[in-house]
């Protein structure tokens, strides 16, 4: 029987808790079931006794308005110009002046993910200083007035104290213990920054590009609901322990100087976790140390994977008259042409996501262009597939930008794109959904294209044609078959779908998992790719091997029903850097159905005028 993989079920687990975990519904944190519960605060909690509340949002948001009695204590005043801890020193003397002792009872607030973690940067500093009676409040500043609060003005300060130290020293690490620790089974570090971030975009002035080697990505942005209280504890849970964070192992967190990451060591204290700490230093000092021992990874073609941000400043480039610099890892003039591409089936009568919204200039694209339409929607052939492509407004050197509300619809037009011959690509993480997350204005104006002459090569390494999956399922010592279809389209019990009528997989397939958007599997809840580096592990464990830098030990071929789902797993190879990868754009329809046009005899078919007969290939049903 097939067996799924350990991590597969971890992956699958945290699909469903964390889409049940973001939603707008809150919990008392007193019912969160945290094992450290204590140290997450409740409105209630203001109003205690001896209760010192600090705000740690910048001085112009708290003299704007703030908690009634709150002191100001901004993180930044306690770092250097680094953004490092100050020294105990100096921590102890301005904490003094501020009012504190090591025995203050203190509950922290901020406005949650608008301060990158500001809250978790002064609890941590504290529990490192000693203090042993912090905070946080659970929904910060947002959630506090959308309840309807009412702010106050009024500057507040305390009477000069003597701050005594005793410091932690577990709270902190430095680089040359994370890196005396990597290879130890029992240590993890977690990187809490941004996917861009992540897979080599360097945003803030780091040294190098990527992640510390070995690191696993839980972003600070999804510690939250929607109403900026976190997570409940069994959706934290399996957010962490999914991705090996468990507390019998030493924990470490970075991001870019310690803020984010400070964040998750208190959320790590709040699970119980007994060994954490914040690396403070973070990226700014790991990516400018020794790279022959500071090791860093980044994704192979990062460059192609662009965040809303990008898109924005592309477009502020290329207006008429504009001095705004050109975004990063795009080297063209002011003139070159670009468009973007919304994508979803349909015209543009079909098209309401698109009509209702979307990235200013976008141009509205229909998955039908590039395929032979009912019953098969089978890839065109090359030459009417250039002749739609120019149709389109697209030529070979045109920049592309696509992005749909489903990823697998952007990731095909990708495919077809790049196969099709065009040279520069970019796929935008997170879609129009990321676009309006980051507060960017949408257009409604229906864009359309101006046609032109495509003037470019098909790339026929990127394809697998049904006469190539014939010629080589059989060999499995040098061909890897990933089917990427849901497990019962696998097994045979469904074909998947409803104009479809075999049922079955091809011989020597292995199931590669779900690559459907539905199945949280390849993608994360926020309509984001998954990280690249926990794909990998997964394609490992299932036999998807590489010991050679850009080569799978076999040749993958990439198959689903119709070249959908495959189209965004190849781009995920391709991103990593492979080059031994095709995508079977035909898939199981194009592998297991012979379609004959016949509007008399064929009526009564799932697909009227067209019916449908076994293609005669070998097929496998079952586990």
């Known amino acids: 029987m097939f067996q799924k993989s350990r991590l597969l079920i971890g992956l699958m687990c945290f699909a469903l808790l964390a889409a049940a975990g973001c939603n707008d519904s809150s919990s008392s944190p007193k019912t969160k079931s945290y094992p450290n519960s204590e140290l ?22 708290y003299n704007a308005g703030h908690i009634p009695g709150a002191l100001s204590m901004p993180w930044q005043q306690f770092s250097d110009s680094n953004l490092n801890l100050k020294s105990v020193s ?23 993910t608008a301060s990158w973690g500001a809250s978790g940067r002064l609890f941590w500093m504290f529990e490192y200083l000693g203090c042993t009676n912090v905070r946080i409040l ?35 690490t430095n680089k040359e213990h994370i890196d005396s620790r990597l290879s130890d089974a029992d240590f993890v570090v977690i990187d809490t920054r941004t996917d861009a971030e992540f897979i080599g975009w360097t945003l803030y002035g780091e040294e190098r590009g990527g992640h510390i080697t070995g690191a696993v990505q839980i972003p600070y942005e999804w510690y939250f609901k929607t109403d900026k209280t976190i997570l409940d504890y069994a959706d934290m849970k399996v957010l ?19 803020i984010r990451s400070a964040y998750a060591y208190f959320l790590c204290r709040l699970m119980g976790y007994e060994r954490a700490s914040n690396y403070d230093a973070s990226i700014w000092d790991w990516a400018a140390a020794n790279p022959a021992i500071y090791a860093m990874e980044s994704l192979a073609r990062f460059d192609k994977v662009v965040s809303p941000a990008w898109v924005k400043q592309l477009r502020e480039y290329h ?79 045109t920049t592309v930008i696509v992005y749909s509300d489903s990823p697998i619809f952007a990731a095909r037009l990708w495919w077809i794109l790049m196969y099709g011959g065009v040279e520069d690509v970019r796929f ?51 061909v890897f078959l990933a089917d990427v279809r849901s497990y019962d389209e696998y097994i045979g019990k469904i074909s998947g779908y409803s104009y479809v009528a075999q049922k079955g997989r091809i011989p020597n397939a292995v199931w590669a998992y779900d690559a459907d958007d539905a199945s949280g599997v390849y993608g994360d809840s926020d309509g984001t790719l998954r990280s690249y580096t926990e794909i990998r592990v997964f394609w490992s464990s299932i036999g998807m091997t590489s010991t050679s830098p850009g080569q799978f030990d076999r040749d993958v071929i990439f198959y689903c029903g119709s070249g959908y789902r495959s189209a965004l797993t190849y781009m995920y190879a391709w991103l990593m850097g492979f080059e031994n990868i095709r995508n079977y754009s035909d898939g199981w329809e194009g592998w297991s159905t012979t379609y004959t046009e016949d509007a008399v005899n064929c009526q009564d078919s799932i697909t009227p005028g067209w019916c449908q007969d076994p293609s005669g290939r070998p097929v496998v049903v079952g586990e």
């Open 40 to 61: 997450l605060a409740e409105e209630l909690d203001l109003a205690g006794s001896g209760v010192v509340i600090l705000d740690a949002r910048s001085a112009d948001a």
């Open 90 to 112: 100096e921590l102890e003397t301005q904490l003094g002046d501020l009012g504190l002792t090591r025995d203050t009872r203190m509950i922290i607030y901020d406005n949650t």
């Open 138 to 172: 659970d929904g910060g500043w947002d959630k506090w007035v959308a309840d309807g609060n009412q702010p106050e003005t009024v500057i507040h300060n305390r009477p000069v104290a003597t701050f005594t130290a005793q410091t932690s020293t577990g709270a902190i």
């Open 240 to 258: 962490f322990e999914s991705r090996g964070v468990t507390k019998d192992k030493e924990v470490t967190a970075y991001c870019t100087a310690g």
């Open 319 to 397: 207006k008429p008259g504009s001095d705004t610099d050109a975004p990063p890892e795009y080297s063209y003039d002011r003139d070159h042409k670009y468009i973007i591409f919304e994508t979803q089936w349909g015209t543009i009568d079909d098209a309401t996501a698109y009509k209702a919204g979307h990235i200013p200039g976008a141009i509205h694209s229909n998955s039908d262009n590039y395929e032979n339409n009912y019953p098969r929607w089978f890839l065109l052939p090359d030459d009417q597939l250039h002749e739609a492509m120019g149709g389109m407004g697209i030529t070979k050197d």
């Open 428 to 478: 935008v993480n997170g879609g129009y959904e990321g676009w309006i997350a980051a507060g960017f204005a949408k257009e409604t104006t229906i864009n359309a294209p101006v046609p032109t002459v495509f003037d470019g090569e098909v790339n026929p390494d990127y394809i697998a044609t049904t006469d190539d999956v014939f010629a080589s399922y059989v060999n499995t010592s040098s």
